[in-house]
C-alpha cells in the first residue's frame, strides 16, 4: 500500500471502513492480552529454577568469609556477591553494596537520603534547597520519573537520540544551573528506546563540571547484559572514565539481577565512590541491619561469576529474541512503507520506541485496550506522563507468549493503522 | 556474703584483691565472648532449615490466588503471608503489608515517609513543623532510638516499669504537647527489660487523645509469640482497643520473622488502618515493585499459620530457657545478697536488664571487654547512649553456646562485684 499521506480523503475513508471491520472483528475475539510491562516471560523465569536447589537443609550456609549468612551482619551484602556485582558493574568490590531485591529501592532510598541527609558530609540536604531539578532523558523510565515526581523534584526533559541524551543540553544545565541536583540514566538498552550511550556520550558525562557540588548521575546500568542479538553493544566504563578526571563522586551505579534470575526475586545492588558510599552506609546502618544474605548466596552460587551470568543470558536472549523479531517484523511488514510510524531496533533489553504519527499515541493505546491489548500508557515514559507529542509508544514484547504476541501485534498494527487513518481524514476533511 | 555496703573499708579492700587476682586470672585465658546482641544461636537457625526444601526447582512457584511469586507484582505480600501476619499480629488481612527481610527497615521508612510527605493526606511533613518529639521508653531499644536520631528528632525519656511505660507522663506528653509526633514500643517482652505492657497501659494508648492528629505509635510487636517460661505473658490487643474508641489511625504495628526463621533472611509485616496504609502504599508503589514474595511463600509453606509458629517457637524455647537460667542463675547465686545490683526475669523475649549500683555500669562493661566478654554498650538502652544514672546492662544471652555462656556469666558476675566494691571502696575511703 502507498504512503497514507499521499492518499486521496476518499481512498482514506475506505480504508478506516476496512480497518474498522476488522477492528470489530478483533473486538469479539474478547482478547486478554498484555504488553504493558517489562516482565520476563515465565519460560524466562523457569531458567533460574536450579537457583531453589542450591541451597537445601543439608548444607551449611557460610559465605567465603565463614560468617553464617542466616543470621544478622554484613550490611554491605556477602563479599562473594559484591565481587559478582563488581565484575558485572565493572567497579572495585569495595565499591559495591548489595541490598535486597529491589533496585528501584536503592534509588528511591539514594533520592531520599540526598533529600534527608544530603548527598555528602556537609552539604545542604536537597529537601532545604528550594526548588531543585533533576535531568530525564525522554522517552525514558516512567519509574524513575515516578521516584522524583513524588519527592516534588522539578523534571526537566532531555531528548535521547540513539548515541544518548543531548549531551549539549546536558553540560548546559548541569554547568551552570546549581538547582540542577541529578540525571536519570539508563545507558545501555536504554528504557524505552533501547539506545546505548556512545563513549563520547559516556566520556562528556565523566568530563561535567556541575555547577552543583552535590549533583549526582544515577546510571541505571539494569540492562549490562542483557544482549539479544549477534551485534551486542558496548558501554563504555563511566567510573573509570570518572576516575581519570577525580570526578567519581558524581555517580551512582545501580543494577539488580531481577531480569536474570527473578524478578520478583533478584538481589540488586549500587556502586558509588568510597566516600559516597561511607557517606551512604551512614544512614543504611540505621535503616537495617541486613539485607537477605541467604538470597545473595543463593545468587552467587548458581551464578558463580560473570562468565556465569553471561552463559546465562544466552538462555534469555533465545527466548526474547523471537518476541522481538517476531513485532518487529509484524510492524515491519504492516506499517513500513506507510509513512505512519517509526520504531526502534534494538540489540538488547527489554523495550523498543514505536513512534506513531504525532497526537495519535493516546489513540492507539486507547483503541488497543479496547480490544482487549494492554499497552504501557501513552506518555509514560515522559516526565508527569504527558508526551507532549502523543507519539511514543513502549513495546514491551518480552512476557506474552509467542502466540499471544502475534495476536497483540496485530491488534497493534492495526490500531497503529486505524488511528493515523483517523487522524489525516479528519485532517483531509478540515482541509 | 553479706551486703556489700555493710562491709568495712579494710573488708571492701580485702575483696577487691581477691577479685582482681580472679580477673587477671581470667584475663589470662583470653576469652573471646559475645553477649552484645539479640541474635539466635546457629541452633535455633538450624530449626528452621527445613524451610530451604519447600521449594525446589520442581515446584510450581504460585501463591494461593495462582499468581507466579518468581515475577514482579503484589506489592503488598502474597495473600497466604498477609493472612500468616494478620493472625500473629491479631488484624485483618487487609490492614497488613508484608514487606522484605526487616521489619526495621520498615520502621525507618515510616519515620522517613512521615518525615518527608506527612502522616497522612493533607497534614504537614514531620520535618516540615521545626523540632518534633518522640516518646522513648527507659530503657528501650537502642535501633529505635537511633532512627529518631538521624532524623533529628528530639527523644524524650519515659520510664519504664513492669507494666509498660509511666503513662500519665505519656499522656501529659501526648495530650498536651503538639510536637510529640510519636512513642516506640516493644509493648511484649520489651527489649530489654522483658516487660510487657499491661492491659490498663494498653487501653490508656489506645485512649490517647493526641494534640498533634499526626501522632502516631509505633507499635514494635517483635516478641509477640516469644515465650519461654510456662506462665507467659499475654498482650491486650491494641489495635482492637484503638477500633473500639475510633482512634485505629493512631497505630503502626511491626513485626517480623527475624527471631522465628532467619535473622537475616525472615519476612517482616506491618499493620496499620486502612486509611493509613493506603496512604503509605501512595509512597511505597513508588518505592519497589514489590518484595521478595518467593521468600514469603517459602515462609507461609514451612510454617502454614500461626499454630504452625507456635509450635515452632518451643523449640527456640527449648534453647533459649536454659541460657537465660543460667546467666540468671548465676546472678542468684553470685550477686543476690550483696546489694549491688538487680535484674528483670522475663517470661519470653531476647533480653534481661541488669541494673547495677548507679555509676557502674560502664565500668562493668568495660571490665568485661577488658576480659575478653563483649557486652551491649553501657547507655545504649537510652536515647543519645546517655543513661543518666549510669545503671542499666542490657543482658542478651541467647547466641552464645551454654558453654560458652557460662564462662561469661562468671566473667559478668565477677565484673559486677569488682566495679561494685571499687566504688563503695572509694566512697568508704572518701568518707
Redesign the interface.
Known sequence: MAEYRTLTAAELAAEKERLETAYRHIQQQGLKLDMS?G??S?EQ?DL??????V???S?I?ACETGA???????LEGIPEARHMFADLMEVDADEVFVG???S??LM??TV?RN???GAAPGETPW?RQGTIKFLCPVPGYD?HF??TE??GIEMISIPMSPTGPDMDLVEQYVNHDPAVKGIWCVPKYSNPDGYTYSDETVRRFAALKPAARDFRIFWDNAYCVHDITDTPDTLLNLMDECKKLGSEDMVYIFSST?KIS????GVAAMAMSRRNLAWAKK?LT??????????QLRHTLFFRNKEGIRAHMEKHRALIKPRFDLVLGMLDREIAGLGIAEWTRPNGGYFFSLNVLPGCAKRVVALCREAGVVLTGAGASFPYGVDPQDSNIRIAPTYPSLQDLEKAAEVLCLCVRLAAVEKLLSQANAA
Open positions: 510491562r516482565k520476563p515465565p523465569l533460574s529454577m536450579g537457583m531453589l536447589d541451597l537445601t537443609s548444607d550456609l553464617d549468612v542466616r543470621n544478622y551482619g554484613l535486597g531485591n529491589s528501584l529501592n528511591y532510598d531520599a533529600m534527608q541527609f529537601g519509574r515516578g521516584v513524588t519527592f531481577s527473578f524478578s520478583g526475586a544512614f540505621m535503616q537495617t541491619i541486613s539485607f537477605d544474605k541467604i538470597n
